[in-house]
T-cell receptor, first 115, second 113 residues
Framework: DAGVIQSPRHEVTEMGQEVTLRCKPI?????LFWYRQTMMRGLELLIY????????DSGMPEDRFSAKMPNASFSTLKIQPSEPRDSAVYFC?????????????FGPGTRLTVL | QQQVKQSPQSLIVQKGGISIINCAYE??????FPWYQQFPGKGPALLIA?????SEKKEGRFTISFNKSAKQFSLHIMDSQPGDSATYFC????????????FGAGTRLAVHP
């Protein structure tokens, strides 16, 4: 299994531009999570999906952030317009529902820099 | 109610020593307590996890100690090695239902040779 795949690995953009981060979860996993990691705030859950349906988006910082999961093998996190304070590492993680095993598998992350 | 407090923020240990990282939680309904390990430039990866029906779980050099009455749990790394140098996150969640991991702030461990 290739694991969770994220693209791009690095993104540098200018303030005001639209940014789209992409994630391919592990095949067969029915939960998908988007996290943001910064030095100041640590690892924050932004939103998660179950069977492609958004379940909890209470961590999404503001309306500039949106996430979609059009099918079981693809999700996007979009920031528009981007701001310098959005600079962070964004992780996607996936998990399979099974008895007693809550392991989330994280992707390698996308390092976003907004100038 | 949803917080997980982790300490210390950073830890320096000599090779062969014992590394100890502590976490405390508030919500007594949590029933799953994992530790994740993160190397620079990588995503976190599950290291070891415990359920509250046991007080200790050991996997190789890594041990979780769990104190349900105190609402605390800790990670012990025995015979710490330079390769253990990473950031460690404790977390808590519910096993059933739509669960989400509540992560601690992380501990940056450096094991010096």
């Amino acid at each position: 299994d290739a694991g969770v795949i994220q693209s791009p690995r690095h993104e540098v953009t200018e303030m005001g531009q639209e940014v789209t981060l992409r994630c391919k979860p592990i095949s067969g996993h029915d939960y998908l999570f988007w996290y943001r990691q910064t030095m100041m705030r640590g690892l924050e859950l932004l939103i998660y999906f179950n069977n492609n349906v958004p379940i909890d988006d209470s961590g999404m910082p503001e309306d500039r952030f949106s996430a979609k999961m059009p099918n079981a093998s693809f999700s996007t996190l979009k920031i528009q317009p981007s701001e310098p304070r959005d600079s962070a590492v964004y992780f996607c993680a996936s998990r399979r529902t099974s008895g007693g095993n809550n392991e989330q598998f994280f992707g390698p992350g996308t390092r976003l820099t907004v100038l | 109610q949803q917080q997980v407090k982790q300490s210390p923020q950073s830890l320096i240990v000599q090779k062969g020593g014992i590394s100890i990282i502590n976490c405390a939680y508030e919500n007594t309904a949590f029933d799953y307590f994992p530790w994740y390990q993160q190397f620079p430039g990588k995503g976190p990866a599950l290291l070891i996890a415990i359920r509250p029906d046991v007080s200790e779980k050991k996997e190789g050099r890594f041990t979780i100690s769990f104190n349900k009455s105190a609402k605390q749990f800790s990670l012990h790394i025995m015979d710490s090695q330079p390769g253990d140098s990473a950031t460690y996150f404790c977390a808590a969640s519910f096993v059933s239902g739509y669960n989400k991991l509540i992560f601690g702030a992380g501990t940056r461990l450096a094991v010096h040779p």
